[in-house]
């Protein structure tokens, strides 16, 4: 089927960016695709890998998308080269080029490198572009109220304000903060205005709710973030997360192998072994594994504290992904 070979989205808020991709690639049937994702910020932004990902075409036509996150910050000379290999695209792949710069006064953030290029005029005429500024106070509104419809949960518009003014707009967080309303409505499934109370107002890191919700089947949406507040200050907040995995996944140990030195109230015990027989010892064993990639990770060099976290988030979610439970 003929398809567009790119698509630019420009957009601050990396969940919803996460979304569009996911929603595209399944209206254009690559929603199973593999994918790949690059860095326009790295200190090689487009390596090898990406270009023979680009131009390879593989012996069984398989198809593929390519995310490239903070294409924002791309050279001239990196623009000039994606200008020349998209006109030409390989039909079995589906670039992604993510814009994240900040909107200045409601001002989309073009980056002066693109603009007059072949490619941008090009997806412009197409319709090849989606933007938004992320969500704001009425975008917040539409997004619950679309979330409710899909959920067949019941929100009196009265109700509806009440929550919003309590739930937060970085769209990870808020995925969250529904997962639990969405539990609160109950069998009758139906949201009243004291639901807004179960809205996270701290910024302790309420670690296991997380791993559990998961666990449970909850949405593999960037959820960590919800505790990690803002994403720009990933350098100082990601090692807290570390500190705290690992004292999650040393707890979880206790209680699936009945280490009687380690004394937990008996509230969380009931609480937290359900978890611990679902993950087992091989997945609090990877819980370990990783919390020390993430720390090396960045210690060494290697990656960049806010790649860190993005990798650490999606190979948890593969971890309690396989830990769940069956129907």
């Known amino acids: 089927m003929p398809r567009q070979g790119y698509s630019f989205l420009v957009c601050p808020d990396p969940e919803l960016l996460r979304r569009r ?8 049937g690559m929603g199973s695709a593999e994918r790949k994702v690059f860095w326009g ?29 903070r294409a924002h910050s791309l050279k001239a000379e990196a623009w000039d080269r994606l200008d020349k ?15 994240e710069g900040a909107w200045d006064r409601g001002k989309v953030p073009i ?16 319709g ?7 969500l704001d106070d009425k975008a917040l509104r539409g997004f619950v109220r679309d979330w409710a419809a899909a959920e067949k949960i019941g929100v009196e518009p009265q109700v509806l304000e009440t929550l919003c003014r309590a739930l937060p707009l970085d769209a990870a967080a808020l995925a969250l903060e529904l997962d639990k309303l969405a539990l609160a409505a109950g069998p009758e499934r139906r949201l009243l205005a004291e639901h807004a ?20 089947g909850g949405s593999p949406a960037l959820v960590w973030q919800r505790v990690l507040g803002n994403r720009g200050e990933s350098d100082s907040l990601l090692f ?24 937990i109230h008996p509230y ?47 190979e948890l979610t593969g971890v309690f992904g396989a830990g769940r439970a069956g129907p």
Do not use: Y
């Open 197 to 216: 109370e179960l809205v996270q107002q701290s910024e302790d890191m309420d670690l296991f709710a997380l791993m559990d919700a998961l666990a449970k």
């Open 128 to 134: 090849w572009i989606w933007q938004s500024k992320g």
């Open 41 to 69: 910020d790295d200190a090689e932004p487009l390596p090898g890998a990406f270009w023979e990902a680009l131009t390879q075409k593989s012996l069984f036509s398989t198809p593929k998308t390519l995310v490239l996150r």
């Open 268 to 314: 969380v015990r009931q609480l937290k072994t359900p978890l611990a027989r679902r993950l087992g010892k091989p997945g609090l064993q990877r819980l370990f594994d990783l919390a020390l990639e993430a720390d090396l990770g960045v210690k060494s060099g290697s990656r960049k504290p806010e790649q860190a976290l993005e990798l650490l988030v999606a």
């Open 240 to 263: 807290p997360l570390v500190g705290a995995l690992c004292r999650e996944a040393r707890t979880l140990w206790a209680l699936l192998t009945g280490d009687e030195d380690v004394k």
């Open 21 to 28: 991709v996911d929603a595209l690639a399944a209206g254009g």
């Open 85 to 99: 290999a998209l006109s030409a695209a390989n039909s079995e792949v589906w670039v992604f080029l993510c814009l």
């Open 111 to 126: 980056p002066a490198a693109l603009s007059k290029r072949t490619l941008w005029k090009h997806a412009e005429k197409s």
